[in-house]
């Protein structure tokens, strides 16, 4: 048990972090608004929330003007999404030994 458990990544443990992957794992790229309206969350926690991301190094973010308006581009990286499907693997190892 305790060895799934290593496996199991505190930088996916916040559903919205979980939310924000989980988008990105079945979509080339996401952008700000629609992350928000998916996942339901105000600005400053989207942001907070991708940013700790992209600190992992799991997401990047790519900013842009399109007009005059701005517009943000998130990403998984190829770490990113093999963080995330150990880390998916791992839940359903342990789940499976429930």
């Known amino acids: 048990m305790k060895n799934i458990l290593?496996?199991?990544?505190?930088?996916f443990d916040h559903?919205?972090?979980l939310g924000i992957m989980s988008i990105?794992?079945?979509?080339?790229?996401?952008?700000?608004?629609?992350?928000?309206?998916?996942?339901?969350?105000?600005?400053?926690n989207l942001a907070s929330h991708a940013k700790a991301l992209e600190t992992e190094g799991y997401?990047?973010?790519?900013?842009?003007?399109?007009?005059k308006k701005p517009n943000t581009k998130y990403l998984a990286t190829p770490a990113g999404r093999k963080a995330f499907r150990e880390h998916i693997?791992?839940?359903?190892?342990?789940?499976?030994k429930s």
């Open 6 to 11: 290593q496996h199991i990544n505190k930088a």
């Open 15 to 17: 559903r919205i972090r």
């Open 24 to 44: 990105l794992m079945v979509n080339e790229y996401a952008d700000f608004n629609t992350l928000k309206e998916l996942l339901g969350v105000t600005d400053g």
């Open 59 to 67: 997401i990047t973010i790519e900013k842009q003007f399109i007009g």
């Open 89 to 96: 693997y791992a839940l359903e190892k342990l789940i499976q």
